[in-house]
């Protein structure tokens, strides 16, 4: 959406400019700003003004994690409006898409050695448990709790 669409919406909506200023969690300055042209407007930002005002159906999901406590902070705008199932679908795309980095990652701190090995050196899925270990069955993680 352009500037000019924004403040149309926003009209349309019934909202102030203070309205969405809130919901982006954004001071009201910096979106006044942004929304007269003074000040720019990151994609980012501008997904989110989208989201919010219902034309990109895209759910923005923020985890900080504080260190060294490891303590970490979810922040996703519009949260509350998705369906049960939005909700669902929004976790299981980001539990994935962390589950691919961490992969990656791992795949990347291999040596060359081990990425020789038979199987490159990585548990194969469904493989019985090494002698001398356990297992566990967690389940479906992302199952809805309670």
């Known amino acids: 959406m352009t500037i000019e669409e924004i403040k149309k919406e926003l009209r349309a909506q019934g909202m102030s400019v203070k309205d969405l200023s809130e919901k982006l969690g954004m001071s009201y300055t910096n979106t006044r700003l942004m929304l007269s042209g003074a000040r720019p407007m990151s994609l980012q930002i501008q997904r ?3 989201y919010i005002l219902g034309a990109a159906k895209s759910q923005v999901v923020m985890i900080t994690v504080d260190l060294p406590e490891a303590v970490a902070r979810v922040w ?6 998705l369906t049960p199932e939005e909700k669902e679908v929004t976790a299981r795309t980001v539990v994935q898409a962390a589950t691919d980095a961490l992969v990656t990652r791992g795949e990347a701190l291999l040596d060359d050695q081990v990425k020789r090995q038979p199987g490159g050196g990585a548990a194969t899925v469904g493989a019985a448990a090494p002698t001398g270990t356990t297992s566990a069955d967690y389940g479906d993680a992302l199952a809805p709790m309670g």
């Open 76 to 81: 996703a705008p519009g949260w509350e409006g």
């Open 48 to 50: 989110h003004i989208d």
